[in-house]
């Protein structure tokens, strides 16, 4: 039953430390490197390194622009190397209306989303993973299910049914929303981690009349601990990239996450102040990427954050 | 979600719980199913209900503000009828498909495959540095990847003044070719997903096959086309299906660069029903539109779970 999360494909995805694609099979690639264009492997082997280098380069000039803009007392749209190297967007937006308060509120967003989602997700997978149930089956389809329903579409219903509820504008509200859309994935990679679990440990426990709750909490998920910080950190990415929820769901300005109020600056000064505006989004993307580089460490290279970071 | 059954679980090793003799079976069960209550609760409130809600309000005449906003009225197939005679409607499903088809199946699969395939023969720096900056594009949060989008599609953004110094007066991408813009800007963020599944089915191939390909006198070509993609033929099922899913409802990236403009030229399905129901205020209409992406992705995840199923089992 080693079954990995859906998203993540059937395949373990390689994103070692560092985020270098793995490739296992290096002794044996020196010794007859598959060509690709031609049967002489030395220019083969040139060719591809031409092309990637290329390749990277058209990732890197939109990527680039971000950086050397936030450093460009005259940025334009356009990348280029600053003629006078400053700090003064950063000390510009820098400012807790402008940034702290939103970099706060999509703090507590984030955090509330990943913590509610990894309480619900390891109650529900210790049920999933150490019973055998009929019930069993359909709920994870379900599950499974419901990781690939496209939430974009939702919004507009969610919107009318938070309209109902009372709940349009609250940062709670938005915040089980998330949870509860990022819990179908969370299920699944939780139950992934508990089924490594070996549950001899447990019956040992059992035996000593502990409660299923008790030897989840004292014995499970001190041996999970890796796995429920990836799921956590996960969940946490997402949320903080997430820009339509928010956009949706929050309408004053002092609940709204970075995301949104990013977008609200682009709208007032997004035709002038591009330098700003590369600092902004900078100091926002900080955090997703260092945490990002934490997980892709965590999981060492036999798992990867596939799939749901990129919605 | 309460089928709740009362499987005496069979003594195997994942079904011997605690021991507690005194309940019977189907409360023992019933008890068993307590932990589940959190998750079940908040997937059946926020994200069954709107689902749900989404059947209904698409059949009412909700708006945004207003009396019918308050107390919509039932209206019946009125919304579905008024997509039929929407030229916008068929034009966004075509949008979509156009979207969907040449970004996520043939750009970010195709472009993925080759990235996966040419790192294999790249030097070590090379291959460090390029699958970062591929997966930077992929990390950052989606806003920001649109602004770097929009700044290098922009009139007087990177990608005019690339073509500038080589002589060549560039067009406004965002409002001549908007879907191109939209649809290179998705390549480029979505790449890494597709690079890491192939990269990671591609180390699993076994050399022994390949080998014996080129002993027989394959070229690479035919080594490709006959002995890897037959072999990560599964990789790529599961990656089409989940690429196209997800492109099905990018959102942010087409909203910050053209907004579902000019007009509504690069108006896909997601910017359509945003559009209609908080730009036009007609939530209903909005609604309608937002069912039928819904089932949309229903029929798509149905298709994706039947080919997962002996996984799930």
């Not at chain 2, 005449?61 to 039932?74: M, V």
């Amino acid at each position: 039953m080693a079954q990995t999360t859906p998203a993540a494909s059937p395949v373990p995805v390689g994103v070692g430390a560092g985020v270098a694609v793995s490739t296992p099979g290096t002794a044996h690639r020196r010794r007859r490197p598959p060509s690709v264009a031609s049967s002489d492997p030395r220019s083969a082997r040139l060719l591809s390194n031409v092309v990637l280098v290329v390749v990277g380069l058209c990732f890197l000039l939109p990527l680039g622009w971000i950086v050397l803009a936030s450093l460009d007392a005259s940025a334009t749209l356009a990348v280029r190397v600053p003629e006078d190297v400053t700090f003064a967007n950063y000390s510009a937006v820098m400012t807790p209306e402008q940034t702290w308060v939103p970099l706060a509120n999509s703090f507590v967003l984030s955090a509330g989303t990943g913590l509610i989602t990894v309480v619900a997700s390891v109650l529900a997978a210790y049920p999933l993973s150490r019973y055998r149930m009929r019930f069993n089956k359909p709920f994870m389809y379900a599950v499974l299910f419901g990781t690939c329903l496209p939430i974009t579409a939702m919004m507009v219903p969610v919107y009318s049914l938070f309209v109902r509820l009372n709940l349009l504008d609250s940062l709670p509200g938005t915040t089980f929303f998330m949870a509860a859309t990022s819990l179908p994935m969370a299920i699944w990679m939780t139950k992934n981690f508990m089924d490594s679990v070996p549950i001899s440990l447990e019956e040992a426990a059992w035996t000593d009349g502990a409660s299923a709750m008790t030897t989840l909490r004292r014995v499970v998920l001190p041996l999970m601990r890796p796995g429920l910080a990836v799921v956590f950190i996960f969940v946490f990415i997402q949320a903080w990239g997430n820009f339509f929820v928010p956009f949706v769901l929050l309408l004053t300005p002092e609940k709204q996450p970075a995301a949104v109020s990013i977008f609200a600056f682009f709208g007032q000064y997004g035709s002038v102040a591009y330098g700003q505006l590369a600092a902004y989004s900078m100091l926002y993307s900080l955090p997703a990427v260092a945490l990002y580089v934490l997980v892709s460490r965590l999981s060492g290279s036999s798992f990867a954050l596939a799939g749901a970071v990129k919605g | 979600m309460t089928s709740v059954t009362a499987p005496l679980a069979p003594a195997g090793a994942r079904g011997a719980g605690p021991v507690r003799p005194r309940r019977t079976p189907a409360r023992r069960t019933a008890g068993r199913l307590v932990p589940l209550v959190p998750a079940t609760a908040l997937l059946a409130l926020f994200m069954l209900g709107p689902v749900v809600w989404s059947f209904y309000g698409s059949f009412t005449n909700a708006a945004l503000t207003g009396p019918n906003a308050a107390n919509p009225e039932w209206v019946g197939l009125e919304n579905y009828l008024q997509l039929l005679s929407d030229p916008n409607f068929p034009k966004a499903i075509w949008l979509t498909v156009l979207f969907v088809i040449a970004s996520a199946v043939i750009g970010q699969n195709v472009a993925g495959l080759a990235l996966a395939m040419l790192m294999r023969s790249a030097v070590r720096p090379v291959r460090a540095v390029v699958s970062t900056l591929v997966v930077t594009a992929w990390v950052l949060p989606e806003i920001v990847a649109a602004f770097a989008a929009y700044a290098f599609f922009h009139a007087d953004g990177t990608m005019n003044s690339l073509l500038g110094s080589v002589g060549i007066a560039g067009p406004d991408w965002l409002f001549e070719h908007p879907m191109l813009a939209v649809i290179l800007a998705n390549v480029w963020r979505g790449t890494a997903f597709s690079m890491m599944v192939y990269s990671a089915a591609i180390s699993e191939v076994p050399p022994e096959i390949t080998e014996a390909a080129t002993v027989d006198g394959a070229s690479a070509v035919q080594r490709l086309v006959w002995v890897t993609l037959p072999t990560i033929r599964r990789s790529i099922s599961t990656n089409l299906m989940l690429t196209t899913l997800q492109t099905l409802s990018v959102f942010t990236l087409i909203y910050v660069m053209t907004g579902g403009g000019p007009g509504t030229d690069s108006s896909t399905l997601p910017i359509l029903a945003y559009q209609e129901a908080f730009k036009f205020a007609q939530v209903g209409y909005g609604t309608a539109i937002a069912t039928v992406m819904l089932v949309i992705g229903a029929v798509f995840s149905v298709v994706y779970i039947r080919s997962l199923r002996p996984e799930v089992d």
